[in-house]
């Protein structure tokens, strides 16, 4: 072993690392991928915020724990015990308990997730089992699942602590390892960082005296990176766990001190240990406090001074742990290394210390009798998300009610400065604290205080307004039953049940079986376990190469010209290619420019394309890229901007649609209601990034390309390097989530990488960072549609609507929803006249791209939004409204097709029955009564979804049977991403061959089987691919009937028609034509029906919301694979109330830049975000007569019954306006995030009362 290698334990096996040989920020992730070659663990943002990377971790004898590896460097992992999701089970050794049941019970559909779920539990499991099942949700408020909803993975997770009886200890058990003694030592990097580990404080001053001329880092849990990225570089680091003075608790019964090591889950267990101990009872709060920040993974490894520290080099930072201790007199020891003395002082003083050579060592805290905390953290999702603003208030008031010590009232996210609301804390002294009066007095101090406007922090408006009214809601939990009934409630936090809840209902038939019958996915377990292949994973090949982007940082300038000569010199760079390298066409679909030329059109454009030996080294050249602009402009970022510049994409022919008189329905309403409604972007957030290797071979590309389009990007990527399209082969064994993203936008990984591949004739691969995949892609299309409605009062019909619709399409129109949207924008209500018109608008944004119901989410919340306020005017409420204009059979839609068949009234009907909505309406409106600062409602709504077969579409699928075994071999023409493709082909083909489903394996796709096939989109793919493969199937039984004697086995069939030479292999290519013979339509083939209810509760003074329960009916046909279908259905509705209620982007208005490209600035759903209780049934008896498998698609309809939720919570809205003596009337724009629902609340402080 060289001097600086050391041990490493991955699964029981030592590693020796030598980090010399390594690049300085190598990660423990980025060594179990590429030096232990383990895939299973995956990756995607690199800063804690996604859990892909999940393992655990374990020194010495202390239990293991689940940490994000991606964000510990390989140089800290000494001595670690490893475990990563190979080192739980496989197939050959056999899977472990959590791999069986997540995969068994539904919980991975693309599967790109599944291993750090597994890993999560498993972490919980070994680290805290006594705290299940209780805390079992909450171990997973660091991963992301964007596919399931988490309802099958939270009740799989469920059955796992149900099942295992002895929560198995550690299979592997690597504490039977020999330990490694732990010593100083330093060493140096490959990149130049010199690397420090002392084990004593005397030795880490000295090292720290020494490096006050450098920019060093002190590495506790070293998550702070993910974060702040942009700190590094760094000369030096000192990993300071060895320091045994900085992972020192002690207390007695006055004090406790806690060392500066020490990490916030073991602050949280000492806090809530401790507060049983007379005068420590406001630990309580403290520990339930920091259980709220971060996740599991950042709080295992994450220390409490390393959060301060980043609030003292950037005061902006909402630090949590900040504001407590601040907020409870915390003292902290701070060594000064230089001087070798301690400086003693406050949180708030810490932040004007100048810390070089500076190290915090410890705090400490005192007993506080009779003093009350209250801490609120208002966050964007219920968990994983830094707080838009959050109050500590710690007092002590006597029996009087007054308070006679000073308190102490904290504040973060208010602005960089501001700390102490002093004005309230000095006010307070003597006061009763619970007297109105009182109360408004704080109310006016409050008003006073500055809110910094800066796109770091939440709106000033919510802020002003929030800094009051959580600070009302701290004295009414304080205050309880001094409180007057009606308020009381305002108090308490908006506390979910430990366990969600759900119930599937689907019709099955045996005789059909195994179609029909619910199987899981077949491919699952093999997710679960890490052993499932895509893209990313594949092996290094001999001479691989790494590419990455070289982006525009202006949104809209002239490039004068581009100098790569800097970056070529750069360590590794082979080679960098701008336009100027391409022999054939620059153009994705003909329209969108692939590498930036003369114009630049956005912020993040690719202009160039950097490859190197390593991706580290592509990264850090990429930088050096220099590009010369002029004539820059201030970027045209909204609808609004778009419409005053007249930025407009040429109008389409099919712009406008019109039915019936419209002017004359007009006239004749008793009401015309006007208004605009508009909806945002939304992030597809698949796990996967966007990636692609291309691997040149003999003249001929072999693209391994996470992609949904394999067809496009083999005739795109032609085109880019000017070869036939026989000279490309697209294959794809499975991708980790696409939405739709993974359409055009794969372009960019599959042409970079084919093209340095054609240049520089060695493999290439290219793997998106979050930042590069968020930028230089689009998401979800604004929109925006300013409406007429014209009203008939005495039945509530609606006779006429005219909407302008407006689209932000970004700078080109590849994926433009445009006309599309018309199909839509009924919803399930029958308006006789309708005169529809879109527009396209240009602007400095990436080309805006399909995402799961793409513009038909946004329609569908126009309509439904124009009817609630419809029922506003009208003084009904929507479901009224709504009742009277539900399409009965033979109405026709907008294109003058009438609907039949037309299930929207029986399917609301048993809806409205089954959820007791008049019931429950009654109870909610006593409970809104009795309660001031918190509501619910409840909604129902109806679904009809147009289901079209593009015209040109097709799949060439192929089907053999294999003689000696028998077994079957399918090649699809789908793409598996989730949606269970390959379990349903497999059931059609078990079942129209008459075998087993474990006869019957799917092989992936590609272009040279599945030549000319349409992408997998639009919902369609799965019924159209098991379409043919059953068409296949009905060819090959037909071929073989002839050698078919009574009981005659499977193998024995198989074997007769061998001897007989009978093609055992059949292809069958679907289209529109035999899809459905009996269409009329090219795009209308069929309507998917269905309706759904939720009951929302909202936290008024916080913004906080709680969906309590929804109820989905849903009309899948005759379902084949029913369990699959029903997975569609609530991962659909999740990711839709993401876009509803949480997911924002936020640009920079001056340079274009997108502000929101991370995990900590973007949020998408989480787990304790879902339904508490989601119900989901499969309506039966209904099969498709205009579909040949007489099932209708699932993946994006069902996404339309999320805006159940958001007409509740409208409705909740407008209880609260009503009350403060609002107008009731307020726009619903998505996504209606906390910030806009708070101020949309209109609360007004002179209405907060106590008694
Ligand atoms: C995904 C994610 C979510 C998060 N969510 C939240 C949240 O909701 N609320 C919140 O408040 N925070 C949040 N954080 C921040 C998190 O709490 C901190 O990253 C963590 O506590 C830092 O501790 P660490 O030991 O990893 O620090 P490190 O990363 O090791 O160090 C951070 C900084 O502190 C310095 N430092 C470390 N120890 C000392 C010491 N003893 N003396 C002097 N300097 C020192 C380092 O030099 C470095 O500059 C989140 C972070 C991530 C990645
Ligand atoms: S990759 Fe590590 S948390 Fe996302
Ligand atoms: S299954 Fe969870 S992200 Fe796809």
Not at 238 to 266: C, F, P, R, W, Y
Not at 329 to 346: E, F, I
Not at 456 to 468: D, P, T, Y
Not at 576 to 591: A, F, H, Q
Request: proline share 5%; aromatic share 8%.
């Amino acid at each position: 072993m060289a001097d600086s290698s050391f041990p490493v334990f991955i699964n029981s096996r030592q590693y020796i690392v030598n980090p010399g040989q390594l690049p300085a920020d190598y990660t423990l992730t980025d060594y179990i991928r590429d030096n232990a070659l383990l895939k299973g663990t995956k990756i995607m943002c690199r800063e804690g915020g996604c859990g892909l990377c999940t393992v655990t971790m374990q020194i010495g004898d202390a239990a293991p724990k689940a940490i994000n590896s991606c964000l510990v460097p390989i140089n800290m992992c000494s001595g670690w015990k490893i475990t990563t999701i190979e080192g739980l089970g496989s197939e050959k050794t056999g899977y472990h308990d959590i791999q069986k049941t997540l995969a068994d019970n539904n919980g991975s559909q693309c599967g790109y997730c599944s291993p750090g779920m597994v890993m999560a539990m498993y972490g919980k499991m070994q680290q805290a089992p006594k705290e299940l099942p209780e805390k079992l949700e909450g171990t997973f408020d660091g991963n992301i699942c964007r596919c399931t909803g988490y309802r099958p993975i939270m009740y799989a997770m469920h059955q796992c602590v149900k099942d295992i009886e002895d929560i198995e200890k550690c299979k592997d058990c690597p504490s039977k390892l020999v330990e490694t003694q732990k010593s100083s030592s330093h060493w140096t990097a490959a990149g130049g960082l010199s690397w420090h580990s002392p084990i004593s404080l005397a030795e880490l001053k000295t090292i720290v005296a020494k490096l006050t001329a450098v920019n060093y880092y002190l590495a506790a849990g070293h998550t702070g990176v993910g974060v702040y990225k942009q700190d590094g570089p760094f000369a030096e680091c000192i990993d300071i766990n060895g320091v045994s003075e900085l992972t020192a608790i002690k207390h007695d019964t006055n004090s406790l001190d806690v060392g500066a090591a020490v990490t916030l889950t073991q602050l949280m267990s000492t806090f809530e240990e401790l507060s049983s101990t007379p005068g420590f009872e406001y630990l309580k709060d403290a520990a339930q406090y920091i259980g709220h920040m971060a996740n599991v993974q950042i709080r295992n490894l994450g220390s409490w001074a390393g959060n301060l520290m980043m609030k003292q080099k950037h005061h902006g930072f909402a630090s949590d742990v900040f504001i407590l201790l601040e907020c409870v007199g915390a003292s902290l020891n701070v060594c000064d290394c230089v001087n070798d003395s301690v400086v003693v002082c406050t949180p708030a003083e810490l932040l004007d210390l100048d810390m070089k050579g500076k190290v915090i060592q410890s705090m400490s805290l005192s007993v506080k009798p009779g003093w009350s905390l209250r801490c609120y953290k208002v966050t964007s999702t219920y968990r994983n998300a830094h707080s838009l603003l959050s109050l500590a208030f710690f007092v002590k008031y006597d029996d009087s009610k007054v308070v006679s010590e000073k308190p102490s009232l904290v504040y973060a996210g208010v602005s960089d400065k501001f700390i102490h609301a002093a004005d309230v804390e000095n006010l307070l002294l003597n006061k009763n604290l619970f007297d109105n009066a009182t109360l408004q007095e704080c109310m006016t101090a409050l008003e006073k205080v500055d809110c910094q406007d800066d796109p770091q922090f939440s709106s000033v408006e919510f802020r002003k307004s929030a800094l009051k009214s959580v600070f009302y809601k701290a004295v009414l939990s304080i205050g309880g039953s001094h409180c007057s009934p009606e308020v009381m409630s305002g108090g308490e936090l908006l506390a979910r049940p430990d366990i969600s809840t759900g119930h599937q209902e689907f019709p099955t038939d045996p005789s059909q079986y195994p179609m029909t019958q619910p199987v899981p996915k077949l491919d699952a377990r093999k997710q679960t376990s890490g052993e499932a292949q895509y893209a990313g994973d594949l092996p290094h090949m001999a001479g691989q190469l790494h590419a990455a982007f070289a982006k525009t940082t202006v949104a809209s300038a002239t490039i004068d010209s581009i100098d790569v000569s800097d970056a070529l010199k750069m360590p590794g760079v082979v080679s960098v290619l701008t336009s100027k390298d391409i022999p054939g066409v620059n153009r994705i679909r003909n329209e969108e420019i692939f590498l930036c030329e003369k114009e630049v059109f956005y912020y993040g454009q690719p202009v160039a394309i950097v490859v190197a030996e390593t991706e580290a080294e592509a990264m850090a050249a990429r930088g050096r890229v220099k590009v010369q602009y002029s004539g820059q402009k201030t970027p045209i970022l909204s609808i609004d901007q778009a419409i005053k510049a007249n930025s407009f994409h040429p109008d389409p022919s099919n712009n406008i649609l019109t039915k019936g008189n419209t002017q004359e329905a007009m006239k004749n309403s008793d009401m015309v209601i006007s208004g605009k409604i508009e909806t945002g972007e939304q992030y597809p957030m698949h796990l996967e990034s966007q990636t692609c290797l291309t691997d040149p071979k003999e003249g001929f590309y072999i693209l391994h390309a996470a992609t949904q389009v394999m067809g496009a990007m083999q005739t795109g990527v032609a085109a880019l390097l000017g070869i036939k399209k026989n000279e490309v082969e697209v294959r794809v064994r499975r991708v980790g989530g696409g939405f739709g993203a993974k359409q055009a936008r794969s372009s960019f990984s599959g042409y970079a990488t084919a093209l340095a591949a054609y240049h520089i004739q060695r493999p290439v691969r290219m793997h998106l960072t979050i930042e590069d995949n968020m930028e230089m892609l689009g998401r979800r299309n604004p929109l925006r549609i300013d409406y007429q409605v014209g009203v008939r009062k005495r039945d509530m019909k609606l006779l006429a609507v005219i909407s302008n619709l407006y689209e932000n399409c970004g700078f080109y129109t590849t994926e433009a929803m445009g006309s599309y949207c018309f199909h839509y924008v009924d919803s399930a209500y029958y308006v006789p006249s309708w005169k529809c018109s879109f527009r396209q608008c240009k602007t400095n944004q990436p080309n805006h791209c399909y995402i799961r119901a793409p513009g038909i989410l946004s329609v569908n919340h126009f309509t439904e939004q124009m009817l609630a306020e419809v029922a506003v005017q009208l003084d009904v409420s929507p479901e009224q409204v709504k009742e009277a204009n539900l399409y009965q059979y033979g109405q026709t839609n907008p294109f003058n097709v009438p609907i039949t068949p037309c299930y929207t009234r029986e399917i609301w009907t048993k809806l409205k029955e089954t959820t007791r909505f008049d019931d429950q309406t009654v109870e909610i409106a006593k409970f809104n009564l009795a309660n001031r600062w918190r509501k619910k409602a409840l909604s129902l709504m109806p679904l009809k979804y147009s289901q079209g077969f593009p015209a040109n579409w097709a799949f060439l699928v192929h089907v053999s049977i294999n003689h000696d075994d028998a077994s079957v071999t399918v090649i699809h023409a789908g793409v598996e991403l989730g949606q269970g493709i390959n379990t349903k082909a497999i059931q059609v083909a078990a079942r129209t061959l008459g075998v087993p489903l474990d006869m019957v394996r799917v092989h992936p796709p590609s272009t040279s089987y599945n030549t000319n096939s349409s992408p997998t989109a639009g919902s369609v793919s799965s019924d159209f691919n098991c379409l043919a493969v059953k068409n296949a199937c009905d060819m090959l039984v037909a071929r073989m009937a002839p050698y078919k004697k009574k009981k005659m086995t499977w193998e024995e069939l198989v074997a007769e028609c061998q001897k007989n030479q009978v093609d055992l292999h059949a292809t069958y290519q679907v289209t529109n034509k035999n899809a459905a013979p009996d269409a009329k339509f090219d795009f209308q083939v069929y309507d998917v029906f269905g309706a759904a209810s939720a009951e929302v509760e909202l936290d008024v003074l916080t913004g906080n919301i709680i969906i309590n329960r929804m109820d989905i009916l849903y009309d899948a046909g005759a379902s084949y694979s029913p369990e699959i279908d029903v997975g569609q259905v609530e991962g659909a509705i999740v990711m839709a109330l993401g876009l509803s209620f949480h997911e924002e982007i936020k640009y920079s208005t001056k340079t274009g830049q997108l502000l929101t490209n991370s995990t900590w600035s973007y949020h998408v759903p989480m787990c304790r975000d879902i339904p508490v209780d989601l119900r989901v049934s499969l309506l039966s008896h209904r099969p498709n007569k205009a579909f040949a498998l007489r099932s209708k698609v699932v993946a994006e309809p069902p996404m339309l019954l999320a805006e159940s939720a958001v007409t509740s919570l409208r409705k909740c809205i407008l209880e609260v306006r009503k009350d403060q003596g609002l107008s009731t009337s307020f726009t619903a724009d998505l996504p209606l995030t906390l910030e806009k629902l708070h101020v949309a609340c209109g609360l007004n402080s002179a209405n907060f009362n106590i008694s």
